[in-house]
């Protein structure tokens, strides 16, 4: 039964258990004083399930949701209204509803990668010459952010070229993009390489090529997450990376800017992050 004294949210994907979404969104909503109810929902694959669940959840007065795999791209095609970042990303993980009802969608994914870099670590991205590894929805979902911090260059390497082509087609106005495959990396330096292939949810890593090297002082960043170190984070640290960071903090970063887009209010993430990696042990 719902409770109408507060304002209720979503998550949904499938598989969707595992979501720390919820607590996140709680413990923004405890920390600054906000009435709301979040919690998460699996919603079948079937042709239509997103719009119908989606549709409901607006009918019973529903203030917003997230969306997490595999829905994102069906989110973006649902919603009436898609800012910026959603359109150049190709995907929605926030929507929310306005006065007239009608729906709207954004992307934070790519805000909260940065935001982790920049804000949490102290990183800035600004004149670093940065690789990204994938071309995917994932990559896709961060590249306008991270342009938008001027790289003095940004390379995406797949096994895939085509799919590096694209995604540097659909940035073409922006200079220091370019695409290659893994081959290419040979001898080449970087400040920062950030991992967003899904490879490490096989336990894998990318095919990197053994002296591509994290430049002296270089970073290393994995979308992904884990309890222990991700194959990336230790391949980073035993290849002279300064830093290697997993992607924990823009999970509570992107969740924060939605928060934020829901709310008006933005909470504060470091005791978030923080809960959240001692959970983890
Ligand atoms: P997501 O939405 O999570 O990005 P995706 O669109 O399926 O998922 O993309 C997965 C990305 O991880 C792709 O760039 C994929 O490379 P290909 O396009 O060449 O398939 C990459 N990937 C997955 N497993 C990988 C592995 N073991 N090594 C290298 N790249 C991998």
């Not at 992307?107 to 102290?122: K, P, S």
């Not at 004149?127 to 260059?153: C, D, F, T, Y």
């Not at 949810?201 to 960043?221: F, H, S, T």
Request: glycine share 8%; aromatic share 8%; net charge negative.
């Amino acid at each position: 039964m719902h409770d109408i004294s507060l304002d209720h949210y979503l998550v949904v994907g499938n598989p969707i258990a595992h979501s720390k979404s919820p607590l996140i969104h709680t413990e923004f909503a405890k920390q600054t004083q906000q009435a709301i109810h979040y919690e998460a929902l699996l919603i079948d694959t079937s042709s239509g399930a997103f719009a119908t669940a989606v549709n409901a959840f607006r009918a019973n007065g529903g203030k917003g949701l997230n969306v997490t795999v595999p829905f994102k791209q069906a989110a973006w095609e649902f919603v009436q209204h898609r800012s910026e970042r959603a359109k150049r990303a190709g995907a929605v993980n926030t929507i929310g509803f306005n006065q007239q009802g009608e729906s709207w969608g954004d992307n934070t994914d790519g805000v909260g990668l940065v935001r982790d870099l920049t804000q949490n670590q102290g990183k800035s991205l600004t004149g670093q010459r940065i690789l990204l590894l994938g071309a995917g929805g994932a990559v896709r979902g961060v590249l306008e952010p991270i342009l938008a911090e001027k790289p003095a260059s940004c390379v995406i390497a797949n096994r895939t070229l085509e799919k590096a082509q694209v995604l540097v087609s659909l940035f073409a106005e922006i200079e220091p993009l370019s695409a290659c495959t893994y081959d290419a990396l040979a001898g080449q330096q970087f400040d920062i390489i950030i991992n967003g292939t899904s490879a490490s949810l096989q336990g894998e890593l990318p095919p990197l090529p053994d002296n591509i090297i994290p430049a002296k002082r270089g970073w290393c960043y994995d979308m992904m997450y884990a309890a222990t170190r991700t194959p990336f984070v230790q391949w980073a640290l035993e290849h002279g990376a300064i830093c290697a960071r997993d992607g924990l903090g823009m999970l509570v970063e992107q969740a924060a800017e939605s928060f934020y887009l829901w709310r008006g209010v933005r909470p504060k993430t470091e005791p978030v992050i923080e809960h959240l990696r001692y959970l983890l042990q």
